[in-house]
Structures are given as C-alpha cells and as structure tokens.
C-alpha cells in the first residue's frame, strides 16, 4: 500500500517478519506424554474424546500446563510485536496501529464502531443458544457439572468419531465428498494430489495449525494442516478445500492484484463449504448414527465459535489502544474480555491460571494482528449461503462459484450481492441467521 510506505518501517517490518515466526517455533516445539507415549498438543487433543473422565481431566492439566510452561516467553514476544507494530502505526502518522491495520487490511467496508456492534451482537444473540447448547450437553453426559476437559466427550459407551486413519485416507475420502457435491470441487483436491501440494499428518517438530496457500504460478494452492484421526480434522479439510477451491476459480485473473480477495469472502469460501458438504458425510460415515452426530457436532460448532471470535477481536483492540501496558494489566484485561462472553454452564473453577493465559493459543495475535473478526463475518455469510443452499442447492453453488471467480475485482458488498448475499452483520441479521440454524439443529 504506497500510501502506508514509509521508508522508516523497512527495518520494523523486517524484524516483525522475522518474530512473527517465533510462534509457531514455541508452539510446535511442545509436547505431552500421555500413557508412556509423546504427542503434540494437536494430537493429545484426541484423548479429550475418551469416555474415561479421569483420563480426559489429566490430559486436559498436561496440554494447559505444558502451555503454561511457555507463558513468559510468549509475553515476551507479543510485548516485542505490539512494540514493533506501535512504532509502525506511528511512523505512518496513525494515532494507534488497530486504525493502521484496518487501512493496511483495506477495511473500506466497516469500521470498528461495527465490530463493537458485532461483539454486542454475539452477547445478545449467540450466548443464549451456546447457554443451550451446552445445556444438552450436560444433560446427554448426565454429569453434575460440566468442566472444561468434558467439551468434547461422548456419553459412556459412545465411542468417539473415527471418521478416517491415514492423512491419504482423509483426503481420499475429501475427493469423494466434493465430487458429489459438484464435480469440478473434487477436481482441484485430485489436481493438487497429483502435484504433491497436499501436507495433512501431525508429527513431532511440525509447526501447528491449518491453511491452503494460494500458488501463483501453477494455480493449484497447497493445503497445510495437522490431521491426528478427529472429526474437526475433517472439518478443517473441508474449510481449507473450500479456500483451495477458491484460488482455483480466482485463478484465471489478469493480474495478480485480483487474486488478494478480503478475507471477509475468503472465509464464505471455505465455512460454507463445511456446511454445503454436510449432505454428503456420508463419504466419512456409513453408520446412520455417528453421521448424525458429527452434524449435530458440526452445527454446535458453528454457534460456539461466536463467542471466541468476539473475545479475540475485543482483546485486539483493547491492546493496540493501550500499547504500553504490563502483563498484570494485560491478564485483566483479557480475563475481563473471555468473562464478558463467557457461559453459564460450563465450571471453569480452579482453572484460573489457565484461563488468564488461553489468548497465548491463538496464533492470529502473534502472526497476523486484526486477522480474526472475518471469521465472525463470513460465518454469517456461510449462514447465509447454507439457508440458499437448502431452498435450491443448483443455484446457491452457481452463486458461490460466481462469487469467487470475482476474486477482488468488486467490492465486498459486491461480491456478497453476488453470492446472493447481503454484507451485514448488524443484531437483527445475527438473529435471524442464529435463529435458522437453531432450527436445523432442532430437524437433526
């Protein structure tokens, strides 16, 4: 953005490359030993499934606590960024970087008055039914209490979804669904299994998380993940094939300006193919039981991330506001942010310690500031495409695919108009698409 060059932030930017990338080294260096065996955090997360809750307890102290262990240096490293970053903002003659952000994101489109809506929004609308939700949950494991370690668990004698082995099986098993849903979606993940641009297993060492990075020169993106045999590895194989989709389809372009689509449509791209995909489980599944459990497992899913995303993006503003603050100040301001939208039902008591430093797991903060409300956004928009999609499935992927090629030739409320969508995320939209979803969760 020639705008926003100042020669001055050359050397800021440099350094703030080189220690964005200092998460991932922290974070993918960890490692729990469960039952005599080591696993990375991403697969001990698989034993929160287990039936055994003793087991489910102790596994979910060792992932926090192993988290614990890191705390200083992760501290250490966001005061570094939020430093660099200031200094950057004010280089360019912003008043705080969260202004210099929004310009440099190309936020044309809403301000952060919205995103304070948004995050008002989510109490008032999402909390309720996540209040409800995790209600059921309680009632269906027929505990007393709900922790924190019970989130993911199955009632006794449900075993937890195996929905394949191998990263090759996954992504075979990827290839079908997508065929079924429309052919040419299974043709971009076959083009990619052929160029090798496919990394799904989680192993030692390997920095964590999951992403499709679009490829200029061939076209076919590549997609990064952590497989480790869960049902939301599924779901991210599904969210990152819808981006890889859309590089596809975006990929013809003339230049390479209009392949750098906002991520507020990004994001449509690979959460409405979650729920598009949802149809066709049952390349994953072919018992009628655990298919509709991963649905229903899905659609929780969609409502509980809401929160989560407020929180984030809040804290984000509260800290590029007061950049120059300690970590006693920074933990209070976070724990008031999580308390802010935070449930009713789960017992959070004794974790304090966790929970005044669970913001450390999310990369978003350290690698890309400000990357996280778009998740709320375009959830909202993948809502909004699903209902279409079940009034006439033809005509909402005709829409999706048009959207897409779009890439960022037209504005975002333009490529939304296009999908048959509206860009809006006020409290009435919110309560409208919440109150859709409620309803086909009620038909599971």
């Not at 499709?212 to 590549?222: K, V, Y």
């Not at 990004?266 to 049952?282: I, K």
């Amino acid at each position: 953005n020639i705008e926003l060059f100042r020669e001055e932030n050359i050397p800021l930017q440099a350094e703030m490359a080189v220690a964005q990338q200092q998460f991932g080294q922290i974070t993918g260096a960890m490692m729990v030993t469960v039952n005599g065996e080591e696993y990375t955090l991403q697969q001990a997360t698989k034993f929160l499934e287990n039936a055994d809750r003793n087991l489910r307890e102790e596994v979910y102290h060792k992932i926090q606590g192993r988290r614990l262990q890191d705390t200083g240096k992760l501290n250490e490293l966001y005061d570094k960024l939020i430093d660099l970053r200031n200094r950057e903002a004010q280089n360019a003659g912003f008043e705080n970087y969260r202004d210099y952000r929004f310009k440099e994101l190309g936020r044309f489109d809403y301000t952060k008055e919205d995103c304070y809506q948004f995050h008002e929004a989510v109490k008032l609308h999402v909390l309720p039914l996540v209040n409800e939700i995790y209600r059921k949950k309680k009632e269906k494991l027929g505990l007393p209490d709900l922790r924190p370690w019970d989130m993911e668990a199955e009632p006794e004698g449900t075993k937890p979804l195996r929905p394949f082995t191998t990263g090759d099986d996954l992504l075979q098993k990827s290839i079908d669904c997508f065929e079924k849903l429309r052919p040419f979606f299974g043709q971009c993940l076959q083009k990619m299994q052929a160029l090798n641009h496919l990394d799904l297993e989680s192993r030692k060492g390997k920095a964590p998380g999951g992403y499709n990075c679009p490829l200029a020169e061939s076209g076919a993106p590549f997609i990064f993940m952590n497989a480790a045999g869960q049902m939301s590895d599924v779901t991210t194989m599904l969210h990152e094939g819808g981006h890889a989709v859309h590089s596809f389809l975006a990929h013809p372009l003339a230049l390479t300006g209009f392949k750098e689509y906002p991520m507020e449509i990004a994001e449509v791209a690979s959460m409405a193919m979650e729920l598009f995909t949802m149809d066709h489980w049952e390349s994953f599944f072919d018992n009628a039981a655990d298919l509709q459990r991963a649905k229903e497992h899905q659609l929780e899913r969609v409502i509980t991330i809401f929160p989560w995303i407020a929180v984030i993006d809040k804290f984000q503003h509260w800290i590029y506001e007061h950049p120059v603050h300690t970590h006693e100040e920074r933990t209070a301001a976070w724990v008031a942010t999580l308390l802010e939208f935070q449930d009713d039902v789960i017992n959070y008591s004794g974790l304090e310690n966790y929970r005044s430093n669970a913001w450390q797991r999310q990369l978003h903060l350290f690698e890309v500031p400000f990357y996280y409300i778009e998740y709320g956004i375009a959830q909202l928009g993948a809502i909004g495409m699903w209902m279409q999609y079940k009034k006439n499935a033809e005509q909402a992927l005709d829409n999706y695919c048009e959207a897409l090629s779009l890439g960022a030739t037209k504005t975002l409320p333009e490529l939304y108009k296009t999908a048959g969508l509206e860009f809006d995320f006020s409290p009435e939209k919110i309560k409208v698409l919440m109150e859709f979803v409620k309803g086909e969760m009620e038909k599971l």
